[in-house]
């Protein structure tokens, strides 16, 4: 075996060192003789591993190894919302290879010790739990987990191109089964406390405060044992992992290697010697690490959390609590419910009280649909509904922090309600529209105060999509950008800010691209054809298919809007008019390039020469989406190449495995 | 007095009970004529002080349901909330509590109402049920339980009517209907006289019915797919005497002249309104609608409740110094048709005001001055509400017709007469 190689690697460098004092742990023995260890990172809200902390925590691992009084062993964090984070993300992406070993070793060989010392082990978990830390505690004989709405457990790896290599692709398998495990290690999903408890991961759930008691009376009930692989799993692994793996091809095409390569993993090593399956996972991880892939998606990584966190540079954000919503149509009704499910009070305008109905009823549906995903309580339903008034008589919003009109996409009537709102709201009440394409400066400057205009671009469905374009004229203020780029983080949404141009990023490109299809298709190539095309390239729906969801009276009306904006430039097609004339708008209407309910069940299977066509079809279609990014960076529409790919990934599900555009220079 | 302005209203629609509301209890009713309150008058929440609500029939699962309310309707955490109670006439004492409050320096902004789903009154068991419910829950061991079960007989498990209680007398245990027929009997009002009252109350209300429009907020009532509720439902523009004659007495079988249509409705529906006081009002620059400028409460026999507007009228036209003539809108609830055509028999007539225990007639209440857009006999009467609708109505008709004063007078189960003069601002 390995391990003493291992050991030699943890233990050497410790017995130099291990009167040194403890500056991310704390460790205490209570006159129980229980051994409490507590993750405190110096100067951070969040407890990570890296090389430092992984060497002080085998400090203490020693401690209480030496102490033969010592009977059992609780982990703990200090922080408020974190148990620990994962790995240190920033050293591992700039690890040279070796590093990278040694740092894989050290985690191995920690968690390895952990999990062999003989006593009984338990981890109180409040706060996030992801990636290493969660391979921590499944080296524990027993997990509880806090009710905090901040605890949240998962293995997410292969969602930034690595796989669990401290164990976890080993151990969870062993402690839930290798299709729950599976589904966790392979989706990267993050489970909630009740569910982390159904499915096994934790024994208990606790409020925060009790999660001491309860551990302490669990301690006489754990055993120190080490779990060993499910028979059943062992007997059906190749059925389970070929089930997988078809689910997995459906969904992603082949383009990202992790989630295979972690299949293949999970599939063997628990069912071999722990140093064996070590050295699976290890392998694993230093073969995908230093992919360009796994560079560019926890690069990727990086950008979502800095535009999901950072603040806008210059001015003063506001925080916004109410907001009213204008229009309560499919884009008012979708954004008034997650508005409202983020806890601020939502009043709902509308001049047809049937509309605010049927807004209503789509909002109902939404938060039904949740229920039923067991994503919210009868209380959370409730209380979002609550927020949420629907008004049709011209009420004063001079109280209004902010206001967001999501009415029909047309100058003339878009004029009428900021007009309209101008009279009503206050001098400083943000105004905002929630166009696709309209000019937010034309907009803006037919109402007095036109720096409190701003674009904010939703994406429908509004509950599923991350990206939020903020849409800024020479007018806008800093004061309401910045105020608007904190309110969409607050959302829960991703922003990119982007000045005022025809289509923003995300239909500039997207329209045009899907304009091209509908040209190709003219031509004779089938719709089927230019969408398996596509979703090898690694989009996730096909442009003709997109086209029926968005509606092709929507994708039209864009078309002529940016057609107007840059004449000449796009695919003429009259095939997409001749279908509205007809009544053809796609799915809405139960036809548009396929008919609905959709069969589903053809699958056309392709020859050489269709393979060979579909080719053509990614180079024309690719191509033209690079082209059209391209030239919104040379125009400085955005602020970064980095934002156009971001927001071209959050909004359409562009595959961050394509580098769109060369890195900006900052 | 100290006036207390009001500033703002809203009411649902008030809808028979059964009917399109029945799926909201008096929370939901409530909740949303505050939200719409807020909502209407574009004010900020924190500048309320605190939220004063009347019901009568308090849900079970929500004691201090003002408290509720005012949480569930997005007031701050910090602003306090009490309900309060005075039977008919609750919706009127969350106004005058409000006043007393104000006057002692306990506050200067508040969000009133009054709200009752007549469609959620609680069924109860009765008493031997409930002990024999207690027994078996003590019970223990198979023959001690078996034993308790085999106690109960068929007719523990039917219901104890919640709403009928609410509506009888525990002193002199007499039902509402029943002191309405004493009256009749007693003052010689015949069955036409107050069909001929029921009748107009619905023509007046139907005349009325764009006006009314305007006080209520429309509501969403999630169910299978979202009924929007846009007006009140109880008014009957095509009554008539015919119609009317041919229900049948509900109080006394035998020579009974009180019937479904010519008393109130048994409605659902919440109203709110933002009071304030004067420096309030100017301080945040608000526009009043009215103000409160003299109330009181009186007691008399509780046979014979319906009379209370009689007193409870004669005392605040006096502490007011103002006569009936001085007034330009009357509002008495309309309990029941008889209830309020005895009232105005007291204030004529010499002998009736004795008999209600005035020395003297108030003086004539003429046909047009009183209930100008239809009653609770056309709109319904959720009884924790009324008393707010009352004011409502009565500040909208001044608004209307620019004349300048008001008085609301209700009757109150259990002997009690709420009297109230509004005027314009």
């Not at chain 1, 003789?33 to 809200?45: C, K, Y």
């Not at chain 1, 390895?112 to 524990?140: Q, Y």
């Not at chain 1, 290890?282 to 535009?307: C, G, N, S, V, W």
């Not at chain 1, 529409?637 to 900052?666: K, W």
């Amino acid at each position: 075996m390995k391990t003493h190689l291992l050991e030699s690697l943890v233990i050497h460098p410790e017995s130099e060192h291990s009167d040194a004092p403890l500056k991310h742990f704390r460790l205490e023995v209570d006159a129980d003789h229980w051994a409490w260890i507590t993750f405190d990172m110096a100067g951070s809200s969040a407890n990570v591993w890296n090389t430092t902390t992984l060497r002080e925590f085998n400090h203490c691992l020693d401690h209480v190894v030496h102490d033969s009084s010592v009977k059992g062993l609780f982990i703990r964090s200090a922080k408020d919302k974190v148990f620990i984070a994962g790995a240190d993300l920033k050293t591992l992406r700039s690890s040279a290879a070796r590093k990278l070993e040694e740092l894989i070793d050290l985690g191995q060989a920690t968690f390895n010790r952990l999990a062999s010392m003989k006593m009984p082990k338990i981890a109180l978990i409040h706060g996030a739990c992801v990636g290493g830390g969660l391979e921590l505690t499944l080296a524990c004989d027993a997990r509880i987990a806090s009710d905090s709405d901040y605890t949240r457990l998962g293995l997410p790896e292969t969602q930034i191109g690595l796989i669990p290599a401290w164990g976890g692709s080993t151990r969870l398998p062993k402690l839930l089964g290798l299709p729950k495990a599976l589904d966790l290690i392979l989706t990267g999903k993050l489970l909630k406390p009740s569910e982390a408890k159904r499915v096994g991961l934790v024994s208990a759930v606790a409020p925060r405060e009790h999660l001491e008691t309860v551990a302490k009376k669990m301690m006489s009930e754990v055993e120190h044992e080490m779990p060993v692989a499910r028979f059943r799993d062992r007997l059906f692994a190749p059925f389970i992992a070929s089930k997988a793996r078809s689910v997995l091809h459906h969904k992603m095409r082949g383009l990202y290697a992790a989630p295979f390569r972690a299949l293949e993993v999970v599939r063997r090593a628990p069912f071999t010697s722990m140093a064996k399956a070590m050295e699976l996972e290890k392998h694993a991880i230093l073969d995908l690490a230093l992919t360009p892939e796994t560079e560019r998606l926890i690069d990727f990584f990086f950008r979502k959390e800095d535009a999901s966190k950072k603040p806008w540079p210059t001015g003063v954000a506001l925080t916004v609590h109410d907001v009213t919503v204008i229009g309560a149509g499919v884009m008012g009704s979708g954004i008034a419910h997650w508005i409202a499910t983020r806890g601020n009070k939502v009043l709902m305008q509308d001049i047809s009280t049937e509309s605010l109905g049927k807004g209503i009823e789509r909002i109902k549906g939404l938060l039904d649909e949740g229920l039923k995903r067991r994503a919210i309580t009868k209380q959370n339903l409730r209380d979002t509904m609550d927020r949420i008034i629907p008004e049709h008589e011209r009420v004063p919003l001079n109280h209004q922090q902010l206001v967001i009109e999501a009415a029909t996409e047309s100058m003339g009537v878009k004029k009428k309600i900021f007009a309209d709102l101008a009279a009503r709201a206050s001098n400083d009440t943000i105004l905002a529209t929630n166009t696709s394409a309209l000019s937010v400066r034309e907009l803006a400057e037919t109402v007095p105060h036109p720096e409190r205009v701003i674009g904010l671009h939703f994406f429908n469905p509004v509950h599923r999509m991350p990206l939020v374009e903020i849409i800024t004229t020479p007018h806008t203020s800093d004061d309401v950008i910045a105020t608007m780029v904190s309110f969409v983080q607050r959302l829960g949404k991703v922003p990119v800010v982007v000045s005022d141009s025809p289509g923003f990023i995300v239909n500039r490109i997207l329209v045009p691209y899907l304009m091209e299809a509908v040209h190709l298709h003219e031509s004779g190539v089938p719709a089927e054809l230019i969408d398996e095309a596509m979703l090898d390239y690694g989009m996730p729906m096909g442009p003709m298919r997109l086209l029926d969801e968005i509606g092709l009276d929507v994708a039209a009306h864009v078309g002529r809007t940016l057609d107007e904006a840059f004449p000449g430039r796009f695919a003429k097609t009259s095939m997409i008019h001749d279908m509205i004339s007809q009544g053809k708008l796609g799915k809405k209407t139960g036809e548009g390039f396929y008919t609905y309910p959709d069969k589903h069940s053809h699958h056309t299977s392709f020859s050489e020469a269709d393979h060979h066509l579909m080719e053509r079809v990614r180079e024309r279609l690719g191509g033209l989406i690079g082209e059209e990014a391209r030239r919104i960076s040379e125009e400085g529409i955005a602020r970064s190449n980095e934002d156009i790919e971001l927001a071209m990934t959050l909004g359409t599900g562009f595959p961050v495995l394509r580098p769109l555009l060369s890195p900006s220079m900052h | 007095m100290k006036p207390l302005f009001i500033i703002a209203a809203a009411r649902t629609p008030f809808a028979r009970a059964g009917s399109s509301l029945a799926s909201l209890d008096a929370v939901d009713l409530g909740k949303s004529a505050v939200s719409s309150l807020l909502v209407r008058s574009g004010i900020d929440p924190h500048v309320v002080d605190e939220v004063i609500f009347g019901c009568v029939g308090q849900p079970a699962n929500a004691q201090n349901i003002a408290r509720v309310i005012g949480l569930r309707a997005g007031l701050p955490e910090s602003r306090p909330a009490m309900t309060v109670h005075r039977n008919c006439a609750s919706g009127l004492e969350a106004l005058t509590t409000a006043h007393a409050k104000m006057c002692a320096g306990q506050g200067e902004v508040f969000v009133v109402g009054g709200t009752e789903s007549m469609s959620q009154m609680p069924l109860y068991f009765s008493r031997r049920a409930v002990d024999k419910f207690t027994n078996l829950g003590k019970a223990k061991g198979f023959s001690e339980r078996f034993g308790a079960m085999t106690a109960f007989r068929s007719a523990d498990f039917s219901p104890v009517i919640g709403l009928k209680l609410g509506l009888t007398d525990p002193v002199v245990e007499m039902n509402m209907g029943e002191t309405a027929e004493l009256l009749a009997r007693e003052f010689c009002i015949s069955r036409e006289e107050q069909d001929e009252f029921a009748l107009s109350s619905h023509r007046k209300a139907a005349a009325a019915a764009a006006a009314l429009q305007r006080e209520v907020t429309p509501m969403y009532i999630v169910g299978k797919g979202v009924q929007p509720v846009l007006a009140d439902n109880g008014i009957r523009p095509d009554s008539s005497m015919e119609k009317l004659g041919k229900l049948k007495p509900m109080f006394a079988r035998e020579n009974g002249t009180v019937t479904a249509g010519n008393s109130s409705q048994i409605t659902d529906g919440a109203v709110s309104l933002l009071v304030a006081s004067e420096e309030a009002v100017n301080h945040h620059g608000w526009e009043p609608i009215g103000k409160m400028v003299e109330y009181t409460y009186t007691g008399c026999d509780p046979r014979r409740m319906g009379l209370g507007p009689v007193r409870a009228m004669d005392a605040v036209l006096h502490r007011a110094g103002l006569t009936l003539d001085d007034i330009d809108v009357v509002e008495i609830n309309e309990a029941f048709a008889a209830q309020v055509l005895a009232v105005r028999q007291c204030l004529k007539n010499p002998a009736s005001a004795r008999r209600a225990g005035l020395e003297e007639p108030l003086g004539d209440l003429p046909e047009a001055k009183l209930n100008p857009r239809g009653g609770s006999i056309a709109l319904g009467h959720p009884v924790g509400a009324t008393g707010a609708r009352l004011v409502l109505t009565a500040l909208d008709q001044l608004r209307e017709s620019k004349a300048q004063r008001a008085l609301v007078s209700l009757c109150i189960g259990g002997g009690q007469g709420g009297a109230a003069i509004l005027e314009r601002v």
